[in-house]
């Protein structure tokens, strides 16, 4: 995958949020879960475009930690929607999947940033 395919997957898992967000049912618990899942989930594709723009191979890293930190984070949520009856489970099973699928990515991509030289510390 390429990183502009990669910025375009976190965009829509995005996008899907805030649509799954809006048809929340509009109850306190609701308001105040769907928001923390609102901040998270946008969070990933914004954090990945700013990795995308790293000086280095360990600011890299650094920010797909965050994306990964964002992506399982958005998972948690999810689950507690769930968990809680808000929403039932097949409604978000493909989110959670997806959630699940760009937090693996994170930690691939970052794991290999990690082992690989930073060639632009010489500089």
Same mark, same amino acid.
């Given at each position: ?34 928001? @923390? /899942?609102?901040?998270? *989930?946008?969070?990933?594709? #914004?954090?990945?475009? !700013?990795?995308? +723009? ?39 099973? @493909? /989110?959670?999947?997806? *959630?699940?699928?760009?937090? #693996?990515?994170?930690? !691939?991509?970052? +794991? ?12």
């Amino acid at each position: 995958m390429t990183p502009d395919q990669l910025k375009d997957r976190t965009k829509q898992f995005s996008l899907r949020v805030i649509r799954l967000v809006e048809a929340l049912p509009k109850t306190r618990t609701a308001t105040v879960i769907g928001m @923390q /899942l609102l901040r998270c *989930a946008t969070s990933v594709g #914004a954090n990945y475009r !700013a990795a995308c +723009r790293a000086q280095s191979r360990a600011d890299f890293a650094a920010k797909m930690s965050i994306v990964e930190t964002e992506a399982d984070e958005s998972v948690f949520w999810l689950e507690i929607l769930t968990e809680a009856g808000i929403l039932k489970k097949p409604l978000v099973s @493909q /989110l959670v999947k997806e *959630a699940n699928e760009l937090t #693996a990515i994170a930690v !691939a991509s970052r +794991r290999t940033a990690k082992k690989t030289p930073d060639r632009t510390a010489n500089r």
